[in-house]
T-cell receptor, first 114, second 110 residues
Framework: GAGVSQTPSNKVTEKGKYVELRCDPI?????LYWYRQSLGQGPEFLIYFQGTGAADDSGLPNDRFFAVRPEGSVSTLKIQRTERGDSAVYLC????????????FGPGTRLTVL | DAKTTQPPSMDCAEGRAANLPCNHSTISGNEYVYWYRQIHSQGPQYIIHGLKNNETNEMASLIITEDRKSSTLILPHATLRDTAVYYCIVSGVGTDKLIFGTGTRLQVFP
């Protein structure tokens, strides 16, 4: 079946602009996760949704970052007033349910802030 | 911070077994050991996990020491497609996130 998909695959923006990154999880997966990966580092947790609600947003670096999952399926990560330091690969993952650590990852969105 | 320590890189000849070590000396009794790998330009992929017994699936075997302070992921017959960064992660059941370290970069050569 279809895996986790993310769009766009690449996004180039200018400092100060607003961006939205989209994640389509595997059908039936109630848990959805966002991670960020900088060059040479392992993925870093940002936020976790169980259904429509953000169950843990402790990894969001500041209030410029926000994520939604209004219908419990697709999620959008929103970044306001982008900074060059936001440049990274943003990974989305989904799993069957809460606490299921077998997470299925998408290919990521590479964000470049000029 | 990651609760695991892994060597930064390893090499393995194609067709040979790749043995990737991981130290997790502060692991708690209810925490599992998970292994993921990340092939270049792809998202991480789940490989295997275990609590205290050795585990085997179609991809790999996981050997956990009796004191649970370390483990080894074994790829029995490495292929060039196994070249990737391998992450060892300690996580409790019911936790909501994976804490990745920097992993081991495995290079399989012909």
């Amino acid at each position: 079946g279809a895996g986790v998909s993310q769009t766009p695959s690449n996004k180039v923006t200018e400092k100060g602009k607003y961006v939205e990154l989209r994640c389509d999880p595997i059908s039936g997966h109630t848990a959805l996760y966002w991670y960020r990966q900088s060059l040479g580092q392992g993925p870093e947790f940002l936020i976790y949704f169980q259904g429509t609600g953000a169950a843990d947003d402790s990894g969001l670096p500041n209030d410029r970052f926000f994520a939604v999952r209004p219908e419990g399926s697709v999620s959008t990560l929103k970044i306001q007033r982008t900074e060059r330091g936001d440049s990274a690969v943003y990974l989305c993952a989904s799993s069957l349910g809460a606490g299921d650590n077998e997470q299925f990852f998408g290919p990521g969105t590479r964000l470049t802030v000029l | 911070d990651a609760k695991t320590t892994q060597p930064p890189s390893m090499d393995c000849a194609e067709g040979r077994a790749a043995n990737l070590p991981c130290n997790h000396s502060t692991i708690s009794g209810n925490e599992y050991v998970y292994w993921y790998r990340q092939i270049h330009s792809q998202g991480p992929q789940y490989i295997i996990h275990g609590l205290k017994n050795n585990e085997t699936n179609e991809m790999a075997s996981l050997i956990i020491t009796e004191d649970r302070k370390s483990s080894t992921l074994i790829l029995p017959h490495a292929t060039l497609r196994d070249t990737a960064v391998y992450y060892c992660i300690v996580s409790g059941v019911g936790t909501d996130k994976l804490i990745f370290g920097t992993g081991t970069r495995l290079q399989v050569f012909p």
